[in-house]
């Protein structure tokens, strides 16, 4: 961080005689917690903890060319960004449902409501196209592919104790507890794999979106495949595995542990209690308490080493698989559940000659890993979910991106939803749509124009990047497609050119000189002049009417006043 932004709010001077100060402090202790400095497209606005965090537009942002074709750059289109924490989940529908928030985290409880109010569903990850689903709909579904991230139960070898809350009753296997290493034991490794019930999980969690791991390596990387083996949910397995447990001392005694979940994880919520279901039903002297904690409670225990059962989720980084094993095998996550040494270090000595192999070696290396963690019941590995995203469909610019957790804001911006008119060759219609700076325009499709039935579809306000040559574009664009049983038409030639009518302003045109407005249409590679005859301008109606044979993205523009004195008298 900026030297003397730090020493201004309150860091280190740099000094060495106050460094001791500044060392290892606590989130509470720390003054740049709750305050940021950087060059990202937003700054910080406030932060209320627990509540709510504000961004606001950067207006100086640096980016003059875009990451990628069509992206942003320069200011971000969005003004601000509030990202509000709420617990409770009807209230989060209902702010989705009802246009007060652009996208909202949901359970599987809600997909069939929010299904039948999608406008459009994008299975494709690149959001570029969607299928129409309902003409009347508000929201936009992206359900293209698996995520990049799956969740696992992770079992604690070495429980510590001594820590504000009992999870292991009286720490020996009486009926009344558990020993701190109960799971070192992969007889009860295995018992808890095979009471565990994939089916009931991926229908309650993911709402059937979701494939069952086979291990920590996903599915589309080096060393997945599937024909791997896997635990399933079987009670007669399960005693079996809970009989040889112990030198037979589970099944004579019976056992009590305490698995917690976080307030609000309905997720976590629904592990403990398919466990503390499937087990209990297994024996009467089998006891499983579930307990809700707050997160910050929950985190603290988790990091002391007091849970004896936790969970571990993990976001792609990087498509190698060794992005897998590592985390779960020998790094952050064997270490949250303190694996043995040994255990660890026979992982290592495998993980170090994959690392270094290719192409099929490489694939057979990290399948002798995926299966020697099915062979060690290390943990239980849960699924693999599909992407499922619910956002308004006044939102623009979305896409579903692999490596980033969570949306891209400075990708997205906001207009009126879609204006959605069917059309038949036999008749004259006319779309209308309007933008939120004012500008309306009309779409006039004279009958003939086309060979069948479709639908026609304006979005209006959107962004566009890129400029035609020689010219300049405005402020206004937007997207005009058309659509055939819900599936778009990559092209559509019309066979009358029919006419667009825009009611522009000045906030719309800009800079741009009004006598010689124009309105351009992207082919694919490049801006060209829509107008296949001749425009019609009036200048003291503020109308341009422009002939059209092709639908595509749409943008005002041509040529300008560029000004390149910094001072002028008139």
């Known amino acids: 961080m900026d030297k003397d932004w730090v020493i201004q709010n309150g860091g280190w001077n740099g000094s060495c005689d106050t460094w001791q100060n500044y060392y290892a402090m606590t989130s509470a202790e720390d003054p740049f917690t709750a305050i940021a400095n950087g060059t990202g497209p937003f700054k910080l606005d406030y932060w209320t903890p627990n509540v709510e965090i504000s961004l606001l537009r950067n207006s100086d942002y640096w980016r003059g060319t875009p990451m990628w074709e069509g992206g942003p750059s320069g200011p971000a289109a969005l003004g601000q960004v509030l990202i509000k924490n709420i617990q409770d989940e009807p209230t989060r529908y209902a702010l989705l449902t009802n246009g007060d928030a652009d996208m909202a985290a949901l359970s599987s409880a809600y997909y069939s409501q929010l299904d039948s109010q999608v406008l459009f569903n994008y299975e ?129 005694h019976g056992f009590t542990l305490t698995i917690p979940y976080n307030q609000g994880s309905t997720t976590r919520q629904a592990i403990a209690n398919i466990l503390k279901n499937n087990i209990e039903a297994l024996d009467p002297n089998f006891h499983i308490n579930v307990l809700e904690l707050p997160w910050s409670d929950y985190l603290s225990d988790q990091r002391a080493y007091y849970l004896p059962i936790m969970t571990g989720g993990w976001y792609q980084d990087i498509p190698p698989p060794h992005n897998w094993v590592q985390p779960f095998l020998v790094g952050t996550y064997a270490y949250r559940q303190r694996l043995p040494d040994a255990i660890k270090a026979a992982y290592q000595t495998k993980i170090n000659t994959c690392v270094a192999l290719t192409d099929s070696a490489a694939q057979t290396c990290y399948e002798d890993i995926q299966n020697t963690t099915y062979l060690d019941a290390i943990d239980i590995f849960l699924a693999q979910p599909y992407v499922r995203q619910y956002l308004r469909a006044e939102v623009r610019g979305h896409y579903v991106n692999d490596s980033l957790f969570g949306p891209y804001f400075y990708a997205l911006s906001k207009g009126p939803l879609p204006t959605i008119q069917t059309i038949t060759p036999s008749s004259d219609y006319t779309v209308n749509f309007s933008s939120t700076q004012g500008t309306t325009a009309a779409l006039a499709l004279p009958a003939g124009s086309v060979t069948q039935t479709l639908d026609i579809i304006v979005t209006p306000d959107t962004v566009t990047t890129g400029e035609p040559t020689g010219f300049h574009l405005g402020n206004l664009a937007f997207d005009i497609q058309a659509y055939v049983g819900g599936t778009p038409l990559a092209s559509l030639d019309f066979l009358n050119p ?59 523009g041509g040529p300008s006043y560029d000004i390149y004195l910094p001072l002028i008298l008139r």
């Not at 825009?502 to 124009?518: F, K």
């Not at 059209?548 to 993205?553: A, D, Q």
Request: hydrophobic residues 35%; glycine residues 12%.
């Open 498 to 556: 029919v006419t667009l009518t825009l009611n522009y302003n000045s906030q719309a045109t800009g800079s741009l000189i009004e006598e010689e407005l124009r309105l351009f249409w992207w082919d694919g590679a490049a801006w060209v002049d829509a107008a296949c005859r001749p425009y019609v301008r009036d200048t003291v109606n503020n109308t341009l009417q422009v002939p059209i044979c092709h639908l595509s993205k749409f943008a005002i």
């Open 124 to 252: 494709q990850k690149d959001g570029l196209a969607g299928t129409l689903v309902h003409p009347d709909g508000t929201l936009k579904l992206y359900s293209g592919g698996l995520r990049r991230s799956a969740t696992h139960v992770l079992f604690n070898y070495d429980i510590a104790t001594g820590g504000p809350r009992n999870y292991i009753g009286s720490g020996t296997l009486d009926g009344n507890g558990i020993p701190t290493d109960f799971f070192s034991d992969i007889h009860v490794r295995k018992a808890f794999n095979y009471a565990f019930n994939w089916t009931t999980y991926i229908s309650d969690v993911f709402g059937g979106g979701a494939i069952q791991s086979r291990g920590p390596i996903i599915s589309g990387l080096l060393g997945y495949t599937d024909t791997q083996p896997t635990y399933y949910y079987d009670p007669t397995l399960a005693m079996q595995e809970f009989g040889q447990a112990w030198g037979g001392a589970v099944l004579t």
